[in-house]
Structure formats: C-alpha cells, structure tokens
C-alpha cells in the first residue's frame, strides 16, 4: 500500500512537471479561487486528518479558536459555494499549506473522467487550446488510492471530534 508521504510526492512530481512546461500557470501562492468556491466540504482520509492535526496543533489558541467558529458555521451551512475555514482570507494563502489535504494538491492539475477540471479559468483556457499539450493527473485513480488510506469524513467532522476531544482532556486534567 503507497504511504500519504509517498502519495503526495507523486502528486506533487505531476503538479511540479506541469508547472515547469507551464511557468505562468494559475495556480500558485496567491491564487485562492478554488478555496473560495468550494462545492462542498473537503474530505479527508484518517491519514491526511493526522497530518493535518500535527500542523493544527502547532497554530496560536486565537486562529485555533477562530477554526473552531468557522468549522462550527461550516457544518451546518447549506448554502453553496464555500470558503476554507483554512485560507488565510487576508493572504490568500492555506493556514497548514505543506500538511493540506490530497484534494487541495490535486486541484487544478487533475482531472476527472466524467466532471472534467474544477478550475473555471483552467478550464477556459482548455477550451481555448492554450494547455493543449497538458499532461493531467487522472483524479479517478487519486480517489481509489485514498480509498485505500482509511475512512473518510468532512473535514469539519475531524476538526470538531478533536476539538471536543482536547476539550475532554483539559477537563480531565484539572
């Protein structure tokens, strides 16, 4: 069974390949389209929620408890699009870039047999030739391979279990 570590590596070859024959593609530091309209809550695997805690863990109790109203707000919200708890909305960059999420690697250099890209200016660009010579990641085999690291939930789902959890463990400890 491939690793998350490994996983991310042959993710991020692909991403770094289509970046180096493409150098002003979109995607990059600064672009946070995607964060910004987000169909749905992210899900990640019981791998990526571990790695994505370790980086949790190592924010200040502010931006923690400001996560904890976002990711209340979020799991209850029915409207649509979304925004990441997780972007930094002042920056527009991701609060735990390096540990994010298989789906926020994949976005933008992979594309899905039957919903095609989810960039809407990658996807006009397709539409206009420009990335003919593209070579996109299949996101059908990223999805069965992260089948294959544990169960998956919404990301806010994760967030408040080991919020409640950490909750328990100061009560206990006092």
């Not at 069974?1 to 493409?22: G, Y």
């Not at 809550?41 to 019981?46: E, F, I, M, S, Y």
């Not at 890209?117 to 010579?133: F, K």
Request: charged content about 25%.
């Amino acid at each position: 069974m491939i690793t998350l570590f490994q996983f991310h590596h042959a993710i991020d070859t692909r991403v770094d390949n289509i970046r180096d024959n493409h150098p002003d593609w979109l995607c990059g530091k600064g672009c946070d389209s995607c964060c910004k309209r987000l169909a749905e809550v992210p899900q990640l695997t019981a791998t990526e929620w571990d790695l994505l805690r370790t980086a949790l863990e190592t924010l200040p109790a502010d931006r923690l408890r400001e996560l904890g109203r976002d990711m209340a707000v979020l799991a209850t919200q029915s409207t649509r699009p979304i925004v990441c708890p997780l972007l930094e909305q002042s920056t527009g960059a991701c609060t735990v870039y390096a540990q994010r999420p298989v789906a926020c690697r994949t976005y933008g250099f992979y594309a899905q047999r039957e919903l095609g890209l989810y960039c809407h200016e990658i996807e006009t660009l397709v539409a206009e030739g420009a990335l003919a010579d593209v070579v996109w990641g299949n996101h059908d085999a990223i999805d069965q391979q992260l089948k294959a690291l544990g169960e998956s939930k919404p990301l806010t789902e994760w967030f408040q279990t080991w919020q409640a959890n950490e909750q328990m463990k100061r009560i206990i400890s006092e």
